[in-house]
């Protein structure tokens, strides 16, 4: 059984930080297509960030570029979001998906790539 638990959401002054973490279990993370997604209330989720199986390619959704970062630590078999810089906008609940062993294409993987999903940790930004 495939299952994804995300922690490290929070409540933070905007310009903080937080790591997000995705423990997995059921599946290698090494292997598969990874990502973030986040939606906030009355928005459509979101991809943020994608990695591709064995972590040699990282993509980021431009409103997050420069301030997010994806990675896996393969030996805890876990998915991680260091959010750096953050703004008011980032406030929305962050789920971790897994998908099958490629992602679709290059860029930020949609929703329709990913086959498990967690189910949520609440970031919250405040001024």
């Known amino acids: 059984q495939v299952q994804l638990v995300e922690s490290g959401g929070g409540s933070v002054q905007a310009g903080g930080s937080l790591k997000l973490s995705c423990a997995v279990s059921g599946l290698r993370v090494s292997s598969r297509c990874m990502g973030w997604f986040r939606q906030a209330p009355g928005k459509e989720r979101e991809g943020v960030a994608t990695?591709?199986?064995?972590?040699?390619?990282?993509y980021y959704a431009d409103s997050v570029k420069g301030r997010f970062t994806i990675s896996q630590d393969n030996t805890k078999n876990t998915l991680y979001l260091q959010i750096d810089s953050l703004k008011l906008e980032d406030t929305a609940m962050y789920f971790c998906?897994?998908?099958?062993?490629?992602?679709?294409?290059?860029?930020?993987?949609?929703?329709?790539?990913?086959?498990?999903w967690g189910q949520g940790t609440q970031v919250t930004v405040s001024s």
């Open positions: 998906a897994a998908g099958g062993f490629f992602c679709s294409s290059r860029g930020i993987a949609p929703p329709s790539t990913y086959i498990w």
């Open positions: 990695i591709f199986p064995g972590g040699g390619s990282t």
